[in-house]
């Protein structure tokens, strides 16, 4: 069967830019973690790891080696479509995707579809005013990483519950934002943790996709770039997309743990990479 007419590449076979130099991120910060691990008592850190968020610390746990140069060969061979939150990449004769299906497949976090997703309704109140002094934060700002870090230092005598929402706060704007270390984070989001049950219950999977997407938007690929968020779950997405090149350098974690997110430890970046990415297969089930 024929397959139907492709859109234009981003760049011409073989043209592809080289990368200038390591794509700049800012998830997965050590010192964000270290710090909430030691704050958190033993039973609270197994509480927010076994929770719907929790796969964000299990991941960090796998000292993930991050492979600048394989995610940006794969942005390379992207097809010039219009669909802001879609990425198509051409490997080989065969497109691969990845969307928010994707994402919710590997994550396996909250995907959900709710209105006003990105600056949802909460309510100031005096709980919400006493927990922001308590993080040195202004009441109108999302608390940066620096900020939870600091807080972490001095909440040995906070309740439970307040110390939770530090751990919660700290994925938010260690992995669901992933900006600079100085960057306020968004309140709007950010005080949703005064009510635990419905922070935990929030679609994080789906605000973490848009914000991903959002940084990778026309992105100029012939520079040096940033990109915001869980940049890591593109690497991630190569392996599974393409098993065979995931096989031989995602370095993949027998028994294959779940969610997918989970079953590779990576792999540093190779000057052979984007021929070797040429020569993939898909299998036919992934398309």
């Not at 700002?141 to 751990?167: F, H, N, V, Y």
Request: a neutral charge; proline letters at 6%.
């Amino acid at each position: 069967m024929d397959l139907p007419e492709l859109p234009k590449r981003l760049f011409t076979l073989g043209e592809e830019p080289k990368p200038v130099k390591s794509i700049s991120h800012h998830t997965d910060d050590t010192k964000l973690f270290t710090a909430i691990r030691s704050a958190l008592h033993p039973d609270e850190y197994q509480e927010l790891r076994d929770s719907k968020l929790g796969v964000f610390l299990k991941f960090k746990k796998l000292d993930f080696a991050w492979a600048s140069r394989l995610v940006h060969f794969m942005l390379c061979f992207k097809l010039d479509i219009k669909k802001k939150y879609e990425l198509w990449c051409l490997v080989g004769p065969e497109p691969v995707r990845f969307s928010l299906i994707e994402f919710e497949h590997l994550t396996c976090l909250n995907c959900d579809y709710v209105e006003n997703l990105k600056n949802p309704r909460c309510e100031v109140t005096e709980e919400t005013i006493a927990f922001w002094q308590l993080l040195g934060v202004g009441i109108d700002a999302g608390p940066t990483m620096e900020q939870i870090i600091a807080a972490c230092k001095r909440c040995s005598e906070w309740s439970r519950d307040d110390r939770m929402r530090l751990g919660y706060l700290a994925i938010f704007t260690g992995f669901i934002e992933g900006r600079k270390f100085l960057t306020v984070t968004r309140v709007s989001l950010a005080r949703l943790v005064m009510d635990l049950e419905e922070f935990k219950n929030y679609p994080w999977g789906r605000v973490a996709f848009k914000v991903l997407m959002d940084s990778l938007w026309n992105k100029d690929l012939t520079k040096s770039y940033t990109i915001d968020e869980f940049v890591q779950v593109i690497q991630v997405w190569v392996y599974y997309a393409l098993p065979e090149f995931g096989a031989e350098y995602g370095h993949p974690i027998q028994n294959k743990p779940s969610p997918p997110l989970l079953a590779y430890n990576g792999g540093k970046g190779r000057k052979f990479f984007k021929n070797a990415i040429r020569r993939q297969v898909i299998p036919s089930e992934d398309l």
